[in-house]
């Protein structure tokens, strides 16, 4: 029996250190619901579920970037629907003109409503506009970012209707006008064959949206299966953490009635002294 060293007391007291830093981390995880509070409780659950974050966050930011591709598509769908409206009326007027039936007065008040319209289809061409990019003028090639990499053909798709839509030369439209019998008949080709543009443009368009509202879908649930794997790795099981913390505390009173039971030993070893 010893009074200078008393090893059960270090013992005791060890053991309440461990039970206390175990109970402290399973109340951490319960409070934040997170598993890995820093790299020591798992090196590699952490590496894994920081990439598989990185990986959501851009998904999120992608499935922002399909919605604007769809919300772009549908300005342009709308501007085109004008467009046919506009062309209707053009090669109705041509075919009026084109009639002897109308004398070349009447075609001349015609044709003022028929340049007026021609203009129109230039301004609308020229000023249909999704966040400051023209989308109908001609020129109009762009790529929507629809992946989280940079594979061109598995993250990008591009609109483009600078192949298919003549706007550059208002579909050569300021050649023609209904001032004469032959240059009105003349006309209703020139306007036939903006109309096929404008309506293949819009087919164009409405086959994109229908792409793009699919890609849509695809990446939720693919967002949905990978936050639910992240979930595993990195959130914490609160049953569990529950059952630690209880054990905790028991294990924290039955070495605090140890410590006490230990730590009165020595003064029972002086009892031999008197």
Known sequence: MRINTNTNSMLALRNFQNVSTNQKN????????????????????????????????????????????????????????????????????????SSDTVNDEARVMADYEFRSLKEEIKRLTSSSKFNGNHILDGNSNYELQIGTNNDPFQDRIEYNLSKILDAKSNFGLDTIDLRTKTSAQNSISKVDKMMQQVGESRAKIGASQNRLESMFANLQVGQENLISAKSLIRDADMAKESAENVKGSIQKNATVMMMQTVNSNPSKVLKLLE
């Not at 990439?51 to 598509?73: C, E, F, H, P, Y």
Request: no cysteine; charged share 20%; glycine share 6%.
């Open 26 to 97: 399973a109340q951490s995880k319960m409070a934040s619901g997170d598993r890995i509070q820093s790299a020591a409780f798992d090196p590699s659950g952490l590496a894994i579920s920081e990439t598989m974050n990185a990986t959501i966050r851009s998904q999120s930011q992608v499935k922002r970037n399909i919605n604007d591709g769809v919300s772009l598509l549908q300005v342009a769908e709308g501007s085109l629907s004008e467009l046919s409206n506009l062309g209707i009326r053009l090669r109705e007027l041509a075919i009026q003109a």
